[in-house]
């Protein structure tokens, strides 16, 4: 089945520290892969996404993600965090351009002063 | 322009009552996908429609939901004989074909 994992349902870093938040998809076709970012009481909302092109992807707020085919891998990474990072992080995975989403389980950030 | 709504945001209701969750997508968007988010959970698909109809309804989890997009803008998910563990976060998305899905705030569901 096809599967998302997210290692860490919770991560705290001090500000200004890297942030890596680790993904892993379970799939022998590449999908599209893409990271929502959920502020309390808010809706979901894209950070960034992969298709097809480059691995390296950049996407809003200083974040960017690899997709790392071999390792069935896509790592969402912030060289300096700031303390309006905490939230929630979903990867997800789509296997067609119009289909369903599947979300991994989510990792909540938490950021130290 | 305005983004994906959702009425109500908050809905409190009673085991066994029906309800009627609402969602506005953004204008000229033709796909339209219902998620339900259990708490500490991802999203969970549940039904994706492209125009008026409904292109996969595979993760509806039983004859008790159904959801409806007659005139291939606002859709309506509905839920009979409610069970206190349809409690959750209901969420909403459209997309141009093949392009992002973008997410309204929900409709918090909660049953007693």
């Known amino acids: 089945a096809q599967s998302v994992t997210q290692l860490g349902s919770h991560v705290s870093v001090s500000e200004g520290a890297l942030v890596l938040l680790r993904c892993n998809y379970s799939s022998s076709v590449p999908p599209y892969l893409f990271w929502y970012v959920q502020y309390p009481n808010q809706g979901l909302q894209l950070l960034l996404k992969?298709?097809?092109?480059?691995?390296l992807v950049k996407g809003i707020n200083g974040f960017e993600a690899e997709f790392k085919k071999s390792e069935t891998s896509f790592h969402l990474t912030k060289p300096s965090a700031h303390m309006s990072d905490a939230a929630e992080y979903f990867c997800a995975v789509r296997y067609s351009s119009a289909s369903k989403i599947i979300f991994g389980s989510g990792t909540r950030l938490s950021i130290r002063p | 322009g305005a983004g994906v709504s959702q009425t109500p945001s908050n809905k409190v209701t009673e085991k066994g009552k029906y309800v009627e969750l609402r969602c506005d997508p953004i204008s000229g968007h033709t796909a339209l996908y219902w998620y339900r988010q259990s708490l500490g959970q991802g999203p969970e698909f549940l039904i994706y429609f492209q125009g008026t109809g409904a292109a996969d309804d595979s993760g509806l989890p039983n004859d008790r939901f159904f959801a409806v997009r007659p005139e291939g803008s606002v859709s309506t998910l509905k839920i009979q004989r409610t069970e206190r563990g349809d409690s959750a976060v209901y969420l909403c998305?459209?997309?141009?074909?093949?392009?992002?899905?973008?997410f309204g705030p929900g409709t918090r569901l909660l049953v007693l």
């Open positions: 992969y298709t097809t092109g480059a691995t």
């Open positions: 998305a459209s997309s141009a074909p093949g392009e992002t899905q973008y």
